[in-house]
């Protein structure tokens, strides 16, 4: 039988070594006498010093949450964005660091970041001062209730005491909203230690080192009082931005529900430094700023691989699951799980899908022969309350292939969009594009148009028609079509939106260097077999319309994505063919012939009379001083001059 041998085991030198291993600057390099920080120590933290490992262990019927796999690269990613902005910050420089959690709800990102991360920043550094604020009081008071069980050892699971003595001190710091703890230092410092706010209280005469937002919006609330609502949230997350060191550290730990929400909002707008965890599934929204050359650094996780299909957490999520609450809400899923909104299961068009539409301008030269083109417009500029909003104005350019098989081709040299533009600014773009197409030989079928509001319908469609035919565009009223927009906005663009997924669209763009082998084509069905190319060069702007068809029902502007609409409507001469996109008739040619009534009226050379106006008219100007006469359709300076008024 053996014998059983009893150990000697040192607890204290054990203690000593955790302690030194749950704490920044406290580990010993294997110099044995520079002193930094272990390679796991917040994920040490947060399964031991916390006690979520001890907790999950001793409840087995809860959600288990932690996943190496995932919350080993998300610690790290936290220890190392926290450590480089402590350094920095003992520079006593100026400048902020920004960080963004963004995982799924249940993934367990508050224990990791909020709760845990705030407390282990400070093991080393006494004076330090953290605000924590959320959409709620209750749920901010629920998080500082947790840390407040860590430090004082109430909390059964954790070794904090064990490794760091019990922090708590009297009542007078030991609030319901606030912690000033035993290990605090300096009396002098007005912040608390730990402190907690809301939206609806706010942070004023407040400056701590450290603000952490932890899921600033509720998603009932969104569904209320959407407008509202959002722009408060907005507002108190701005305002408490303003209220941290000017080299402090700002931290977002939420997860996404719409286009502009709080996190949709800073990214656009301030951009991205870095991003870790899984890819973006929505690059489009850097169009503002260049991704890799913005200010916050992101750590972003999914439910499920939108590549693989497969579950990135199984303990929590499996396939059976997923599917499930696909079926019961998929614009939930997309947005609470995979942090992508708007990419639902119903969504008639998904990101991942849209390189297969797209064309490099030399094939669509040899391939295609343009039967006309078609230019939908959006005027923000005609409205106060659009431009105040932010709205773009746009410029969509289609262009028809004379093969019967309904197909357009979106000319992206020729796509605009600006929300600073005035109507002068934008009458030049437009004119620039028209001149484009002229150039091409590709006469223009139609310019549409949104109606004026307010009983001004026609005004500025006069207008412009007038700059174009001084321009040499002689276009008929009738080929200047205005649509009423307001109605089923995000009906319309579903539909259209739902022509692009049956392959009715190509979109045009220019290539890289590329040695891919060229489009395979098949005999059986005549066309081109498209597939994924890498280099193709994808403008801002390019983007910008495909994130709004894409996440058409949470995108908060979508003016690109409703100019483009019209393009496939009778109006404009756009009809589905009988056969499926791709195939073709009699050779896919369909002859124009000289008795077609399209070709009666638009697009025709001017006749003597016409003619002879036109010349007059340009005399007339030219005497007035207000035209040179050597003026020529492609002068560059074909406007009126304009004056202030």
Known sequence: MAKTV??????EAERDLWRSICAPNSWHQTDGEKVGTHPYSLWHFVTKSWGASAYLKSHPSEPQWLYEPIHIPYTQWLQKHILDWKRRSLTGKPGRTHIASI????????VC????????????????????QSATEDFSIDILKAQKAVLSGEDEDSWFTWLYGNWKTSGSDWTKTSVNHAYRRSRNISEPSFDMSSSA??????????CWWDDPLIKNKLKQEKVAYLRGQHEAVNASFNSVHTNGLI???LTRYLDNDIAGVHLRTEGVATWSGMPCPHMSIFDEVPFGEGIWHVFFYQTEDELTGEPTNPRL???????????RDAEDFACQQQNNPGAGEHAPLVESQIPWLYMSYPDFNWEVTPQWATIHIDTAFKNRENIGQGDYNAIVVWIKDQKDNGRLYLDTDLLRASNEWREEEFNKELVKVCLNL???????????????????EGTYKNRILGILRTAGFMLSDNQFIQFNRTIDKKARIRTAVGHWAEGYVRIVLHKDHCDCPPLEYDHVKHMYIPRQCPHFIVPPVVKTLIDQIVRVDVVGHDDLADAMTDGFTRQCGWTPPAIKPGMTQDEGATPRRPWDEDLKNIGKPMNYEELNQFLTDREELATLGLMSPGHGWDDDNWLLPTEPV
Do not use: F, N
């Open 6 to 11: 009893a150990l000697d085991w040192d607890l």
């Open 103 to 110: 995982l799924p709800r249940g993934y367990g990102k508050t």
């Open 113 to 132: 970041s909020t709760k845990s991360a705030t407390i282990w920043s400070g093991l080393d550094d006494p004076d330090m001062t953290c605000l924590i």
């Open 201 to 210: 209280i706010g942070s004023t005469g407040y400056h701590p080192r450290q």
């Open 251 to 253: 931290a977002l730990t």
């Open 317 to 327: 999520w499996d396939k059976p699951m997923i599917a499930g609450a696909k079926k």
């Open 438 to 456: 002229r150039k091409r030989g590709i006469y223009i079928r139609a310019i549409t148009d949104e109606k004026e509001p307010g009983g001004k």
